[in-house]
């Protein structure tokens, strides 16, 4: 399994765009990247998921730059009930094996 | 639909005794997944089901945990003997195969 390396913690304030980034150096071509969210005392999230350039939805966007060994999940105008722990997660999905790692505890501040 | 259902959603018991989780996956999902938290290792993979048949038991720590899925909407994840190490939040989670997976609320277990 490809293992991915995230900030451990961020802190932002109200209205700022976030942008999380995770390494993952050692890829293989028919791995994706997806992006999750957990709520204390909740079960994770899927946020976004994407295999290279840019991804949009009503959430987040995920930016992928074409050597694929990092990729970026970008929360435009975070909010409080943004704070959360994302997970960047890489892996193939034909065999439904992903690696959480430890996250990025985001704290968004009023 | 209701998504993802647990039972229990707490669980204390004592050192030495049999501990069931029970999981019943979103309508229509074949793939479900048992996963349990730490603080200190973070989240982990124990097992995987595809169409009921258990695809990767890899992650499972020991010969302790057993997990069964008898039919497509339930399924259950037992440690016998139980430890106190084995405090943790576990979630079971479902899928369309290898779409968006859906987690349940999770079972915080405590063993004493």
């Known amino acids: 399994l490809a293992k991915t390396t995230q900030p451990i913690s961020m802190d932002s304030y109200e209205g700022q765009e976030v942008n999380i980034t995770c390494s993952h150096n050692n890829i293989a071509t028919n791995d994706y990247i997806t992006w999750y969210q957990q709520f204390p005392s909740q079960g994770p999230r899927f946020i976004i998921q994407g295999y290279k350039t840019k991804v949009t939805n009503e959430v987040a966007s995920l930016f992928i730059p074409a050597d694929r060994k990092s990729s970026t999940l970008s929360l435009p105008r975070v909010s409080l009930s943004d704070t959360a722990v994302y997970y960047c997660?890489?892996?193939?999905?034909?065999?439904?094996?992903?690696?959480f790692g430890s996250g990025t505890k985001l704290n968004v501040k009023p | 639909d209701a998504g993802v259902i647990q039972s229990p959603r707490h669980e204390v018991t004592e050192m030495g005794q049999e501990v069931t989780l029970r999981c019943k996956p979103i309508s229509g999902h074949n793939s479900l997944f048992w996963y349990r938290q730490t603080m200190m290792r973070g989240l982990e993979l124990l097992i995987y089901?595809?169409?009921?048949?258990?695809?990767?038991d890899s992650g499972m720590p020991e010969d302790r945990f057993s997990a069964k899925m008898p039919n497509a909407s339930f399924s259950t994840l037992k440690i016998q003997p139980s430890e106190p190490r084995d405090s943790a939040v576990y979630f079971c989670?479902?899928?369309?195969?290898?779409?968006?997976?859906?987690f349940g609320p999770g079972t915080r277990l405590t063993v004493l």
């Open positions: 989670a479902s899928s369309v195969h290898t779409d968006t997976q859906y």
């Open positions: 997660l890489v892996g193939d999905i034909n065999f439904n094996k992903f690696y």
């Open positions: 089901f595809n169409n009921n048949v258990p695809i990767d």
